[in-house]
């Protein structure tokens, strides 16, 4: 059973950092190219950053270019994503997501085979 458990959400003040860490078990990780997505409250999710299998290649949310970053690490079979400069409108729920794919345009379209459920992180003016 594939599993994949975010971690690292939390209430951070505007200007702040957060690092999310998102475990994965069940599946190669080592295979699958790792994305994170976020929702607002009364919004439709929306990527923020993808990583190939080897961490070769990765794309971002152009509202998150310079500010966040992807990196992985297959030994632990974790991805993270670093924030920094964090801001109001960066308050979501955060999910990683598993994909097979690793096409960065499919991938920033939303392509995956599997998802966790999510850390919520709040920025506070």
């Known amino acids: 059973q594939v599993q994949l458990v975010e971690s690292g959400g939390g209430l951070v003040q505007a200007g702040g950092s957060l690092r999310l860490s998102c475990a994965a078990s069940g599946l190669t990780f080592s295979t699958y190219a790792m994305s994170w997505f976020r929702q607002a409250p009364g919004k439709e999710r929306e990527f923020v950053a993808t990583i190939t299998w080897n961490g070769g290649s990765t794309k971002y949310a152009e509202f998150v270019k310079g500010r966040f970053t992807i990196s992985r690490d297959n030994a632990k079979n974790t991805v993270y994503l670093q924030m920094n400069s964090l801001k109001p409108e960066d308050t979501a729920v955060y999910f990683c997501?598993?994909?097979?794919?690793?096409?960065?345009?499919?991938?920033?379209?939303?392509?995956?085979?599997?998802w966790g459920k999510g850390t919520l992180v709040t920025v506070s003016p």
């Open positions: 997501a598993a994909s097979a794919v690793q096409n960065l345009v499919l991938l920033g379209r939303g392509m995956a085979d599997y």
